[in-house]
């Protein structure tokens, strides 16, 4: 039977949550990670564990037909490499960051600097788009650390919480690019295996859908529902049912989790009580 292969990180911060997707997929993995190949029971998928570094390179030389990989990874080693789907984990930007103590008014500021790094392509080609001259210094981790040891001016390196960079006393400039976890997909794909991407990809969707949402139920006193259902968004329009209690009815909608607060507050001024709040495991829509 034809089976789809799929890069997972071994491990490193996108292995669990990459994993979890999988699992929330409804798709099961045999056999633990210290394994670097496994295949699913339930869905036609082998998973082979590999470093995210060298994903770019098994997907373009066909080795797997997708991955689950960092954005700012294909910027720098796969601009040539398909995006199916963003995944929402594992977000971060690579940016440059100079001494806290060092001024930095614009990018010409940077011109016939070192900059230390592990992204050199990205890097350069954002040092070409502006027209600056600076010297790269390609480390491959501890990047924060350059400016400290005399080994470079500037650095570009992963900034998410920026508690790297505050430690080190450094601070963000530029953001060259933002990432998130996506699914990549090798250029050699076959056909018939993109039908199973294409069966993963709606399951993958469907959990991502949920996780944005939440099912929301409340009380309503007829006279004010209008006012209410103005309120509610949906997928398509709320679902209302007659309450036991003469005068009163139930509502059930769909609230996106980002605008939940603000539709809550404004519920209950319009009227509605017991509201429940409940948490979606997929969304088919
Ligand atoms: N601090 C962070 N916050 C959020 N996401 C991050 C952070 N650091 C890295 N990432 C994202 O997670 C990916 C994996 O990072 P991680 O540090 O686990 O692996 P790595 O050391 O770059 O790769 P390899 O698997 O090749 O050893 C990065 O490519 C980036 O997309
Ligand atoms: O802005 P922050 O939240 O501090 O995150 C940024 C740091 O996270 C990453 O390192 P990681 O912890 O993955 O270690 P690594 O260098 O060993 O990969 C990245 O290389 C930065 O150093
Ligand atoms: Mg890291």
Same mark, same amino acid.
């Given at each position: ?57 098994? !997907?373009? *030389?066909?080795? &797997? @037909? %997708?991955?689950?990989? /960092? ?10 490499? =398909? ?67 005399? !080994?470079? *001016?500037?650095? &570009? @390196? %992963?900034?998410?919480? /920026? ?10 400039? =530029? ?67 007659? !309450? ?21 507050? =404004? ?19």
């Amino acid at each position: 039977m034809n089976k789809i292969r799929i890069a997972i990180q071994k491990s490193g911060r996108l292995n669990e949550d990459s994993l979890a997707l999988l699992k929330d997929s409804g798709i099961s993995i045999d056999n633990g990670k210290d394994q670097l190949k496994a295949s699913s029971p339930n869905f036609p998928m082998e998973v082979f564990y590999l470093r995210n570094g060298d994903i770019p390179q098994y !997907l373009r *030389d066909g080795v &797997v @037909d %997708i991955a689950i990989i /960092g954005e700012n990874v294909l910027v720098e080693k796969g601009e040539d490499i =398909e995006i199916a789907e963003k995944l929402g984990f594992s977000k971060c930007r690579v940016s440059m960051a100079v001494p806290k103590g060092q001024s930095y008014k614009s990018m010409a500021d940077l011109s016939g600097k070192r900059i230390a790094t592990s992204y050199p392509n990205t890097v350069n080609s954002f040092l070409e788009k502006n027209g600056i001259e600076a010297d790269l210094h390609i480390i491959t981790g501890s990047v924060e650390i350059a400016p400290n040891i005399g !080994l470079a *001016d500037a650095i &570009v @390196d %992963i900034v998410s919480s /920026g508690s790297t960079l505050f430690k080190n006393n450094l601070k963000e400039v =530029e953001v060259l690019l933002k990432s998130e976890a996506v699914l990549a997909v090798s250029p050699g794909i076959k056909p018939e295996t993109r039908e199973i991407l294409e069966q993963l990809r709606f399951r993958i969707r469907s959990v991502l859908k949920a996780q944005q949402s939440k099912y929301v139920l409340m009380n309503a006193p007829n006279d004010k529902l209008d006012r209410i259902l103005e309120l509610l968004p949906g997928m398509r329009s709320p679902t209302v049912l007659p !309450l036991a209690e003469e005068g009163w009815s139930s509502v059930h909608t769909v609230i996106n989790k980002d605008t939940f607060w603000e539709v809550i507050d =404004e519920l209950k001024r319009a009227g509605a009580e017991g509201i429940l709040v409940c948490p979606i495991e997929k969304m088919v829509l």
